[in-house]
């Protein structure tokens, strides 16, 4: 089994969790920068995006996760704020990241959309790459299997192996899976963006429908999921569509006893949603901007706007002088 701790300073212990979200939100950051130049925006934009965006993240997972476990906390308000316990959530984070990045964007002048879809690739990256946090600290695994069936059936190398097993019984590498998935998405992304078709907001979108559809599948399968008591028509329609999974895959015990599980939910909902958005936008003809067109902020705009018209005006003025002398 790999150490979960990197290295120590005393009585700090830097985890490998940490090392790989931080490799994970700087490569994310190195794409957003270098797409940036392409539409001249400097890369001081994306490092405040950066700091601005990781904070909002880590409290709308924790959020998230509290609110769906609130029976938990409630009578220990401060086991709230102890993130170091464990308990967030992926789909919270992305919320919380938007909310913070969307009033900041705004601030500079700049069109929300537009920058979502230079970011979208470098979250995507930065969600394959953070999934092997979870590697090191073995959680968000799936369910049980055998040995052979990690090591003959899927062909994985022993240090994937030996770290899937826990306590003596080895699990689903679903880390793994979604790491490799979100992967593939990065190429989707990558691709296109270059396609002249593509308008703006629909990068951000594709990056949503990409990775719901496989959080959907992947998620059938781990035993970690937040997850409620819903009708037995949801259940079975949820189950409905996870079933070609069960060609290859057991799906994972719900821990906490309901019968749909929430990020499977949300999964689907975002999938035909953000489907949904495109078509809408196309047919009313709200997309009309292009991903490739100029992307302008409005502060500079209006600043240049300002000089222009002090420059009319000194024009005139000097005009004015000329004449009465």
């Excluded at 490998?16 to 931080?22: D, K, N, V």
């Excluded at 709308?60 to 464990?86: P, T």
């Excluded at 409905?240 to 689907?268: D, H």
């Excluded at 958005?277 to 490739?292: F, P, S």
Aim: charged content about 15%.
């Amino acid at each position: 089994m790999l150490e979960s701790v990197a290295f120590s300073l005393g009585p700090i212990h830097v985890r490998w969790y940490g090392i790989i979200l931080g490799t994970a939100a700087l490569i994310g950051l190195l794409l957003a920068i270098q797409e940036g130049k392409r539409f001249k925006i400097i890369p001081d934009f994306f490092m405040d995006l950066l700091l601005i965006g990781v904070p909002s993240a880590i409290v709308g997972a924790r959020i998230y996760y509290v609110a769906f476990q609130w029976s938990d906390y409630k009578n220990n308000l401060a086991e709230i704020f102890m993130i170091w316990h464990g308990g967030i959530a992926i789909y919270g984070a992305l919320i919380g990241a938007i909310i913070g990045v969307y009033f900041y964007v705004r601030a500079k002048g700049y069109g929300f959309l537009r920058i979502a879809d230079i970011c979208a690739p470098g979250l995507i990256v930065g969600q394959a790459i953070g999934r092997w946090g979870n590697f090191m600290n073995q959680e968000a695994h799936g369910g049980p299997v055998s040995e052979s069936f990690l090591r003959d059936t899927l062909h994985l190398p022993n240090f994937i192996v030996n770290q899937m097993n826990i306590e003596g019984t080895f699990y689903h590498p679903a880390f793994l899976y979604e790491s490799l998935w979100n992967i593939v998405g990065l190429c989707v992304l990558l691709w296109l963006r270059r396609r002249p078709f593509l308008r703006a907001g629909e990068l951000f979108f594709g990056y949503f429908i990409w990775y719901s559809i496989g959080r959907f599948f992947i998620e059938g399968l781990r035993t970690d999921s937040l997850d409620f008591t819903g009708p037995a028509w949801l259940a079975s329609f949820v189950n409905a569509l996870w079933s070609p999974m069960k060609v290859v895959f057991e799906p994972g015990v719900m821990t906490y006893g309901g019968n749909v599980r929430f990020s499977q939910l949300l999964a689907l909902l975002l999938v035909v949603g953000m489907a949904i958005l495109i078509i809408v936008r196309r047919k009313k003809g709200y997309a009309t901007v292009r991903y490739a067109d100029p992307i302008v902020s409005s502060k500079i705009v209006d600043k240049n706007s300002v000089v222009q018209d002090q420059e009319q005006r000194d024009k005139g003025a000097d005009y004015d002088s000329n004449r009465t002398v």
